[in-house]
């Protein structure tokens, strides 16, 4: 098999273990009017670490059978939009902590690892 890379959105998580689903959308035209068609197709791709979550944008790519349906494997996470809303929550709550930094309350030491770790 040539080597190949899509770009697609995960629609299926945790279901299986170490596997997500992951739609790969295309345009084509069509034989006769040529106009241009969207095309969908599913892919079982493998995931090591269970890392994926339900509307992530990935890159996945061919590699040997995994098992009897999987032939595709993760490569790259390109935005994941709990861990944007996870940022957004972390970086709130510090703002929220500077602004009542006349109480004494501060940001936990978790809050800070978390806002560090994801930038």
């Known amino acids: 098999m040539p080597p190949m890379a899509f770009r697609g959105l995960v629609t299926k998580v945790g279901f299986m273990n170490k596997t997500a689903t992951v739609t790969v959308t295309r345009m084509v035209a069509h034989?006769?009017?040529?106009?241009?068609?969207?095309?969908?197709?599913?892919?079982?791709?493998?995931?090591?670490?269970n890392q994926?979550?339900?509307?992530?944008?990935?890159?996945i790519?061919?590699?040997p059978p995994v098992s009897a349906r999987k032939r595709f494997k993760l490569e790259t996470v390109i935005s994941s939009p709990e861990t944007e809303r996870a940022k957004m929550r972390a970086r709130r709550a510090?703002?929220?902590?500077?602004?009542?930094s006349t109480t004494n309350v501060l940001p936990t030491d978790a809050l800070r690892a978390l806002l560090s770790e994801q930038l």
């Open 94 to 100: 510090i703002e929220q902590a500077k602004t009542t």
């Open 31 to 49: 034989k006769t009017t040529r106009k241009r068609i969207e095309r969908t197709k599913k892919y079982l791709t493998h995931d090591p670490e």
């Open 61 to 63: 790519r061919n590699c």
């Open 52 to 59: 994926l979550q339900k509307d992530d944008i990935v890159i």
